[in-house]
């Protein structure tokens, strides 16, 4: 028996003890885990400056603050989801129980991403720990020394037979996806994706897939450029442009052209300094495998500001381009960079027109002081999220469910959307042995009375609340007649 398949056998075996059901477990293991955040920042810190370069200071703002977030909303709320759910009644179900009862799906395998490994590996393991599963958690072996971290520090911290942490590469991976697990939440690219759909479907497994794509960024004529261009600048060049939802490319009017790549030059060197090489918030390219094809992909494009490179560092300078073509290289393919493509348009239309042409993004941005322009192409473009007048930001929110769309995913986490998205939501309806007169329009043999009596109570939907106690009454009264019929 493999080490992986031990793993989840054990995992299996932990989750059928019953123990993970226990809200109070759950909770004590959720603040063990907010624990672990704050009392390991330093190993934390210290693995992402050798994978990623990330600075001290970026480490809490990209990754665990919103993780302390995350599991202090779940600790503070999870006896609410967890609870039953009660749902409208109709005339038939009137006198019965009739709710949602949220149980835990099982065993669950968490694949996590390198750009942001403690983010979207821990993120959804809040998710799996408040639904109450088991969960197989498997980081990135991009990032190394991160990996290494979770593997040496979390069972410190948790459970571990719940919650067992398995490395190693591919060949590791293949190992665990030949497993049967209720649910699979991966976060990475589409080609791994359909990899797992396919391992998946051999057990009927459900997954849950984070991915990304190209998300365009419109500016209109109608906004403040400087603060546009700034918030801009900050979300494509944070981790050095390795954000799945990191502005892809730029879509506005020609005549604007020159002026965002000025407002966006001045802001790198307010964030970074004149040489972003020697600047500790700026980081660098995960490998050299990932730094040649960013490379390659500057190929037959214009660099208006940037394009500095040091391959022995894993080191692009934050890039712009310029009269980007729709074929360019550039263009084909998520950047996953610090490289900015400029591509211009005539109008909102244009815009509107180029988006819909390419595959679903994960998020779509659009900076303009036009409300009813912000409404409109919200309303004819499809998107994982929109964000108006800013980038990144939605992430943030926990009140609102992240996921993608089409190529850019399925699924979706964050607070309750996690906890619903990790749990099964089981439709409960409770009824007594009483009360049979009103069951006999449904029993045979069936009349053309019975029928319209099945037509007044199925297809009559009332407001009960609305309804007089009088009426409520002679209800009641015509349901327990015997003699119905």
Not at 449 to 458: E, H, P, Q, V, Y
């Amino acid at each position: 028996m493999s080490r992986e398949q031990k793993a989840v056998d054990r995992a299996r075996k932990a989750f059928l003890t019953g123990r993970s059901k226990s809200l109070e477990y759950r909770i004590t293991q959720l603040k063990n885990l907010l624990r672990f955040v704050r009392e390991r920042q330093n190993e934390i810190a210290e693995g992402l400056k050798k994978d990623l370069g990330r600075s001290e200071g970026g480490t809490p703002l990209y990754e665990t603050l919103g993780l302390e977030s995350e599991i202090n909303l779940a600790v503070k709320y999870l006896k609410e989801w967890a609870a039953p759910r009660p749902v409208s009644k109709s005339m038939m179900t009137i006198s019965d129980q009739v709710y949602i009862q949220p149980e835990p799906l099982g065993v669950v395998l968490v694949i996590g991403a390198w750009n942001y490994p403690w983010a979207v590996t821990i993120g959804p393991l809040i998710g799996a720990i408040a639904a109450g599963n088991a969960a197989v958690i498997k980081p990135s072996e991009v990032s190394s020394h991160t990996s290494k971290v979770m593997e040496d520090l979390l069972p410190l911290y948790l459970d571990k037979e719940l919650y067992p942490v398995v490395t190693g590469g591919v060949t590791e991976t293949q190992e665990l996806l030949k497993q049967r697990f209720d649910h699979i939440f991966y976060t990475g690219n589409g080609t791994v994706a359909k990899i797992i759909m396919e391992a998946a479907a051999k057990h009927l497994t459900p997954t849950t897939l984070e991915l990304g794509g190209k998300s365009p960024c419109y500016i209109d004529n109608n906004c403040d450029l400087a603060i546009a261009c700034r918030r801009i600048a900050w979300g494509k060049y944070s981790n050095c442009g390795q954000t799945c939802i990191a502005p892809d490319y730029i879509l506005c009017d020609p005549s604007m052209q020159d002026r965002v790549i000025e407002e966006i030059k001045k802001n790198i060197k307010d964030f970074y300094t004149e040489d972003p090489k020697k600047c500790m918030d700026y980081g660098r390219i995960i490998n050299q495998r990932h730094f040649k094809r960013l490379m390659a992909l500057l190929e037959g494009s214009t660099i208006a500001v940037g394009g500095e490179n040091d391959e022995s560092e894993c080191y692009i300078g934050p890039t712009v381009l310029r009269d980007v073509k729709p074929d360019a290289k550039v263009m084909q393919e998520e950047i996953f960079g610090p490289l900015l493509p400029i591509l211009t348009v005539s109008s909102a239309d244009e815009a509107i027109k180029f988006i819909n042409q390419r595959e679903k993004p994960l998020a779509l941005y659009i900076f303009t002081s036009d409300n009813k322009l912000i409404k409109r192409m919200i309303a004819e473009t499809s998107s994982g999220g929109v964000v108006a007048n800013d980038c990144l930001m939605h992430f943030s929110v926990s009140s609102l469910p992240f996921g993608g769309v089409g190529n850019s995913g399925m699924g979706h986490y964050h607070g309750k959307y996690g906890f619903d998205n990790l749990s099964h939501l089981r439709g409960c309806l409770i009824k007594q042995l009483k009360m049979e007169g009103v069951n006999k329009m449904r029993y045979p043999p069936h009349t053309a009375d019975k029928l319209g009596w099945a037509r007044f109570f199925i297809l009559k939907h009332v407001d009960f609340g609305s309804l007089g106690l009088s009426y409520l009454i002679l209800l009641f009264c015509i349901i327990n007649i015997n003699n119905f019929f």
